[in-house]
């Protein structure tokens, strides 16, 4: 369950307006935000859209199966977010990008865009759940996710430094079933490149925080961080 801070916050941003959430998943968030505001949850899977509509009934959430690359809602709202390592997960610069710009079109003249993602610390583990991957030091890493009698998750994760990219898979081993191997992408950047990219899209940096109580930013030591962008030229 999302923190019931992340949820006040989320549905105060989104104001009269629905929120619009890149990458909604199976609505981990979207199913508590939905209580308080509409949501247009968006997400790249028609698998994880179809998982999540079966979950709405009477709340006020509309699935929508599309590409971050090419969503632009059908009017402007006050909140567009990109929650959990989203934007990251977007896998490409170019995606990233068109993202930004898209959702600078959709904001409102007072509108946020969010995005929370983690801070690239290499050794350190990610602040992703309960049973977190680790960024790898050097090249690689092999790490233990999660282990319980008849289970064992087991991360491996290679860091491309020069592309900034982090490949990875979860090995899930799992007694009297066969292997599974459940591999990822990210295209990562430190929390001042995406400022400089959320600049070229027209947004601008209005707080950013550690965690959901508002904790202020520390560049050395915060392991993730969520950042608000307003559009550039509007004063608030
Ligand atoms: C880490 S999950 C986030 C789930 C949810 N927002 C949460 O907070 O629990 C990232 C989601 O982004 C989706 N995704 C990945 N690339 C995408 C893209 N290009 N456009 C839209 N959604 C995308 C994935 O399908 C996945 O459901």
């Known amino acids: 369950m999302p923190p019931p801070a992340q949820i006040r916050l989320l549905a105060k941003l989104a104001g009269a307006t629905p929120a619009v959430?890149?990458?909604?998943?199976?609505g981990r968030v979207t199913l508590p935000?939905?209580?308080h505001v509409p949501v247009l949850a968006v997400d790249a899977s028609e698998e994880m859209t179809r998982q999540l509509a079966k979950k709405t009934a009477t709340l006020p959430i509309t699935p929508i199966t599309a590409d971050a690359a090419h969503y632009v809602a059908g009017q402007r709202v006050?909140?567009?977010c990109a929650l959990f390592n989203t934007f990251f997960l977007l896998a490409s610069?170019?995606?990233q990008r068109a993202f930004l710009h898209n959702a600078a079109r959709m904001l409102t003249d007072t509108g946020t865009l969010l995005i929370e993602t983690f801070v690239p610390r290499p050794g350190q583990r990610l602040p992703d759940g309960p049973h977190p991957g680790v960024f790898p030091e050097g090249r690689s890493v092999v790490a233990l996710k999660r282990r319980t009698v008849d289970t064992v998750v087991v991360f491996a994760a290679e860091n491309h430094d020069d592309e900034q990219e982090f490949h990875y898979s979860e090995i899930v081993?799992?007694?009297g079933e066969p292997v599974r191997v459940l591999p990822g992408q990210m295209r990562y950047w430190r929390p001042e490149q995406i400022d400089a990219l959320a600049g070229e899209a027209g947004l601008l940096l209005r707080e950013r925080w550690e965690d959901w109580d508002r904790?202020?930013?520390d560049t050395d030591t915060s392991a993730r961080h969520i950042s608000l962008y307003r559009l550039a030229g509007q004063s608030q």
């Open 21 to 26: 959430e890149i990458g909604s998943g199976t």
């Open 33 to 35: 935000l939905a209580e």
């Open 78 to 80: 006050d909140l567009v």
């Open 93 to 95: 610069e170019t995606t």
């Open 173 to 175: 081993l799992r007694d």
């Open 215 to 217: 904790t202020p930013y």
